[in-house]
């Protein structure tokens, strides 16, 4: 089994950054995306950003485009998300996903992609 853990997630002012991290603990497995996703409440959970393991690619949601930043250490099975210029609407819980390979017709901004997902850290952002 896999295990992924957040942190870094608090509270902070409108303009201001946070940095996620998401370790991957556990058995060996092949890697494909590592993504966050977002859930406010009352909302359904959000695509955020993506990355490729293997090439470093990355996709971003449109709502995060240019403040948000997306990373991975392979060495470390280590994937960060730097999110500057905060806003108040992305207060919600941050999760970490990673999917194990590619499904057909299943695009990285899709949650059936991934196979396995962390517990979720609160990012609150004050106005």
């Known amino acids: 089994q896999v295990q992924l853990a957040e942190s870094g997630g608090g509270l902070v002012q409108a303009g201001g950054s946070l940095r996620l991290s998401c370790a991957a603990s556990g058995r060996t497995f092949s890697r494909y995306v590592a993504g966050w996703f977002r859930q406010a409440a009352g909302k359904e959970r959000e695509f955020v950003a993506a990355i490729s393991w293997r090439t470093g690619s990355t996709n971003y949601a449109d709502s995060v485009a240019g403040r948000f930043t997306i990373s991975r250490d392979n060495a470390k099975n280590t994937v960060w998300l730097q999110m500057n210029n905060l806003k108040p609407e992305d207060t919600a819980v941050y999760f970490c996903?990673?999917?194990?390979?590619?499904?057909?017709?299943?695009?990285?901004?899709?949650?059936?992609?991934?196979?396995?997902w962390g517990q979720g850290t609160q990012v609150i952002v004050s106005s």
């Open positions: 996903a990673a999917a194990s390979n590619a499904k057909y017709g299943v695009t990285w901004y899709r949650r059936e992609l991934y196979d396995f």
